[in-house]
């Protein structure tokens, strides 16, 4: 059971999770993973109260266990909680600790000493513990670089071309919310799907697993230089393999809904597919503040294992993907134009409902005043912001690198360097 609402949880599908890890909690009630488990998805079900007691509970059964503490930071990013500190500062001491588990506690120091002021050395624990993680990873930032120069090169110019094999009127319109992860995607999630006519699939792999299998890579990335370049040019009937593959998930999109949305930061590289297989698809781009952006995704504790995400180990790795990523959306606003709607975390959070409106009228839907309370959307979030989207909006991530002074020079320097001074001085 603990295993089977995993798997659900991957798919997305969390009802259906929930009720699982429940039964197997029942019948393992001292076990900490499953707890842990039952914990994360009441969390993305937005039952807090509940996910709090069960990450306590973990961390009762087993006093050592970073993971737990780190979670109930992650659960309390609007409200900081300080009772746990002794425990983790006397973990984080330990002889012998994990590259891992120290990670999740200077993640979770992290917010308590930045809570309190004290930046530079919420900044510099963080530092240590994410620079130790970078050195067992063999990672150069060269390798993202490779991807991006190969997407704005494979796309130099995007004009829909028609699948004779897709269904001519789906039904349903696909819509993709892309961006850099803490940019403000799943906020506009939120909003978007508070409407009657717009439902979330979530967070899919389907459209970049459909590219690579159409492109008969066997490789171990999903998305690589290699893949793009082989299936850019060509025809590939990727409306229809994409449709086929999450049809299942399809047949739960309320039947009112005219669209349903797939909220994937990283299918920004996917957008020339997007824009010319599925012509009728709609796509919201988010981008923020570089150095806003910069710091949000160096704070951040992406999951371990997911290798797309190891730019953020290190300052300047995420200030040269910011960059990269800057670069990217000025390439996809010249080639795609008003087929795209591309908007800024700060003009969301500072005119909510002006944007939200040009949102919905990019959709060419009727306005809804229930978009204004998306805090009161009761589906399931399942990524870091799931604690924030359940609270009005709020404007304290704001400026927020201005606080840390010059401890972040380091990545104010390499934007410079590469050029992006948009918002950053």
Same mark, same amino acid.
């Given at each position: ?13 969390? !009802? ?45 059964? $087993? ?10 930071? !992650? ?122 006519? +717009? ?5 899919? $792999? ?61 299918? +920004? ?81 500072? !005119? ?35 604690? $924030? ?37």
């Amino acid at each position: 059971m603990n295993t089977l609402g995993v798997v659900y949880t991957r798919l997305g599908r969390h !009802e259906n999770a929930l009720n699982l890890l429940i039964q197997a909690a029942d019948l393992k009630p001292a076990d900490p993973e499953v707890i842990f488990n039952l914990a994360a998805s009441m969390q993305f079900m937005g039952r807090h109260d509940d996910a709090r007691k069960n990450y306590e509970r973990v961390t009762q059964l $087993q006093p050592d266990n970073a993971r737990g503490y780190w979670a109930l930071s !992650e659960l309390e990013k609007v409200d900081v909680s300080d009772r746990h500190e002794r425990s983790m500062r006397a973990l984080a001491q330990r002889p012998g600790l994990s590259d891992r588990d120290e990670l999740y506690l200077a993640h979770a120091l992290f917010r308590i000493d930045e809570s309190r002021g004290e930046y530079s050395a919420a900044l510099t624990r963080l530092r240590a513990a994410k620079n130790r993680r970078r050195k067992s990873l063999r990672y150069e930032f060269d390798q993202d670089a490779a991807l991006f120069n190969a997407v704005i090169e494979s796309f130099m110019t995007v004009q829909p071309t028609k699948d004779e094999h897709a269904p001519r009127v789906p039904l349903r319109t696909p819509l993709f919310v892309v961006g850099l992860p803490r940019t403000g995607t799943t906020l506009v999630e939120q909003i978007l799907t508070a409407h009657s006519k +717009v439902a979330s699939l979530g967070e899919l $792999q389907d459209l970049p697993t459909a590219v690579k299998r159409l492109s008969g890579d066997t490789g171990s990335k999903v998305i690589s230089p290699k893949i793009i370049e082989s299936t850019a040019r060509g025809a590939i009937p990727l409306e229809r393999v994409y449709l086929d593959s999450i049809a299942p998930r399809l047949k739960n999109v309320p039947p009112e809904a005219s669209y349903f949305i797939d909220k994937t930061p990283l299918n +920004v590289f996917m957008l020339g597919y997007v824009m010319r297989f599925m012509p009728r698809a709609k796509v919201i781009l988010l981008r923020r503040d570089p150095m806003d952006a910069v710091l949000s995704n160096y704070r951040q504790l992406f999951s371990a294992d997911y290798s797309y995400y190891n730019y953020s180990y290190d300052l300047e790795d995420t200030a040269s993907y910011v960059a990269a990523f800057e670069t990217l959306v000025e390439h996809w606003k010249a080639v795609l134009g008003d087929r795209m709607l591309a908007i800024d975390y700060e003009q969301i959070v500072g !005119e909510p409902e002006s944007l939200s409106r040009a949102m919905i009228d990019y959709l060419g839907l009727d306005w809804e005043p229930s978009c204004l309370r998306f805090f009161e959307n009761k589906r399931a979030v399942a990524t870091p912001s799931a604690s $924030q989207v359940r609270t009005p909006v709020y404007s304290s991530a704001v400026g927020r690198w201005r606080k840390y002074g010059s401890i972040l020079e380091p990545a104010k320097r390499k934007l410079a360097e590469l050029g992006i001074t948009r918002s950053a001085s």
